[in-house]
């Protein structure tokens, strides 16, 4: 399966959203670095999707949503310390947007869900 490259200046990430791919951490009311709760696998495979250029998508990081690849809001409750990756390109573009949230280039594809720790684990009930 084909895995798209990013081109580094096609994506604009909105508002600073963080993704615990992306190697964000959060802070507590006291001052003290903390790390995120770990995002579940949604899925062991990426989805390709169709995206319009200058739309805002906020790429699901926790695992939990119901509308993968895309947040439903699920972090709120299930995974607090994740929220979800906000980002819109350029130009329209068919992208492989990741399904096992351990990509290190969100909210895409980079190949991790080939690895032997993503396929032997279990999923979070996603489809
Ligand atoms: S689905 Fe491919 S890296 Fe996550």
Redesign the pocket.
């Known amino acids: 399966m084909p895995v798209l490259q990013r081109p580094a200046a096609l994506v604009t990430l909105v508002n600073g959203a963080c993704a615990r791919a992306a190697g964000c951490r959060v802070r507590s009311s006291s001052g003290t670095s903390l790390t995120p709760s770990q995002p579940a696998i949604a899925?062991k495979?990426?989805y390709q999707v169709d995206l319009k250029a200058g739309k805002r998508y906020a790429w699901c990081a926790c695992g939990h949503s119901k509308k993968q690849p895309f947040c439903d809001g699920s972090h709120k409750t299930a995974t607090p310390g994740i929220s979800p990756l906000r980002f819109q390109l350029d130009e329209d573009k068919s992208a492989w947007l990741?399904?096992?949230?351990?990509?290190k280039t969100p909210p895409f594809?980079?190949?991790?869900?080939k690895e032997k720790f993503v396929q032997e684990a279990e999923l979070s009930g996603q489809p």
């Open positions: 899925a495979y990426p990741c399904g096992c949230k351990r990509t594809c980079d190949g991790t869900h």
